[in-house]
């Protein structure tokens, strides 16, 4: 079984900084991908930035603007996110496209998310 659990949320100030930590554990064959996404209250889910191991391929959300880096270790994906700006409150999740050992298909696992509030 494969899980993905998510840290590092809290209450910052505008300007602040944050780092997000996305641990990956159980029975994990390879790792194409993991992302973080989030999602405001009211809004739709969007994509904060896209980290490809494999190929050492990077993709952020266009808000991002220089502001944010995705980078991994091992089975941990962190998102460290300098000069945060209340817009940028919600539930930060990461997703896992994972193949689990015994399994040929790859799998797209989810963390239950981490509340991250940027007061004005």
């Known amino acids: 079984q494969v899980q993905l659990v998510e840290s590092g949320g809290g209450l910052v100030q505008t300007g602040g900084s944050l780092r997000l930590s996305c641990v990956i554990s159980g029975d994990v064959l390879d790792l194409n991908a993991v992302a973080w996404h989030r999602q405001a209250p009211g809004k739709e889910r969007e994509l904060v930035a896209r980290i490809f191991p494999g190929r050492r391929s990077i993709k952020y959300g266009d808000f991002v603007k220089g502001r944010f880096t995705i980078s991994q270790n091992r089975k941990t994906v962190y998102l460290q996110m300098n000069v945060l700006e209340p817009e940028d409150t919600g539930v930060y999740s990461c997703?896992?496209?994972?193949?689990?050992?015994?399994?040929?298909?790859?799998?797209?696992?989810w963390g239950q998310g981490t509340q991250v509030t940027v007061s004005s």
């Open positions: 997703e896992g496209n994972i193949k689990p050992l015994g399994s040929d298909r790859w799998n797209d696992y």
